[in-house]
């Protein structure tokens, strides 16, 4: 099985900041993985996928980029509505998450 | 506007069965592969399983593997999730996701998730 991990596990940041959370595969995975934000008390919503392509309608100031077993996810610019836990998501084989980053504001 | 609706969940004894369905509307159902994932309180995403378009292929994490089963109804755009000798640990917040595709592995559509808990 795959295993994901991410670190780190939670970070506090200012409005305007440029946060970045990594993601790390155990074996290469390619660029088979997605990235998610869940708010609190909310389902998940994709903002990542393939690594690197934004999906419809998710504000530019998010980004990811990476291949293999290392990952970044980035944002660019922190507002105050990105106060949310963010997973990354594995597809090479079958699917796993990520144990979560919860950012929140300094 | 797609829109996937949980229902099925609630309080249920260790050992038990209940099953779960998740009612999909507002895209073409056959179209697409769907997968559950769950959320124990305060924890983190944990996906349980996924169903391509067809029901030709079907995956299931190891901690469900042989208690839980995956199925799909198109005449009912629906998928369900039968949960069996269901323990403590199953109890979590069940969330139905659609895929971006026929198989992506890219859910791309959540549900509001139903409750789930296990307890005598």
């Known amino acids: 099985d795959i295993q994901m991990t991410q670190s780190p596990p939670s970070l506090s940041a200012s409005v305007g900041d440029r946060v970045t959370i990594t993601c790390q595969a155990s074996?290469?995975?390619?660029?088979?993985l997605n990235w998610y934000q869940q708010k609190p008390g909310k389902a998940p919503k994709l903002l990542i996928y393939d690594a690197s392509n934004l999906q419809t309608g998710v504000p530019s100031r998010f980004s990811g980029s990476g291949s293999g077993t290392d990952f970044t996810f980035t944002i660019s610019s922190l507002q105050p509505e990105d106060i949310a836990t963010y997973y990354c998501?594995?597809?090479?084989?079958?699917?796993?998450f990520g144990p979560g980053t919860k950012v929140d504001i300094k | 506007e797609v829109q996937l609706v949980e229902s099925g969940g609630g309080l249920v004894q260790p050992g038990r069965s209940l099953r779960l369905s998740c009612a999909a509307s507002g895209f073409t159902f056959d179209d697409y592969a769907m997968h559950w994932v769950r959320q124990a309180p305060g924890k983190g995403l944990e996906w349980l399983s996924s169903?391509?378009?067809?029901?030709?292929?079907?995956g299931y994490a190891d901690s469900v593997k042989g208690r839980f089963t995956i199925s799909r109804d198109s005449a009912k755009n629906s998928l369900y999730l039968q949960m069996n000798s269901l323990s403590t640990e199953d109890t979590a917040l069940y969330y139905c996701?659609?895929?971006?595709?026929?198989?992506?592995?890219?859910?791309?559509?959540w549900g509001q998730g139903i409750l789930v808990t296990v307890s005598s």
């Open positions: 996701a659609k895929d971006s595709g026929y198989y992506d592995k890219r859910l791309d559509y």
């Open positions: 074996q290469d995975i390619r660029n088979y």
């Open positions: 998501q594995q597809y090479e084989s079958l699917l796993t």
């Open positions: 169903i391509n378009w067809n029901s030709g292929s079907i």
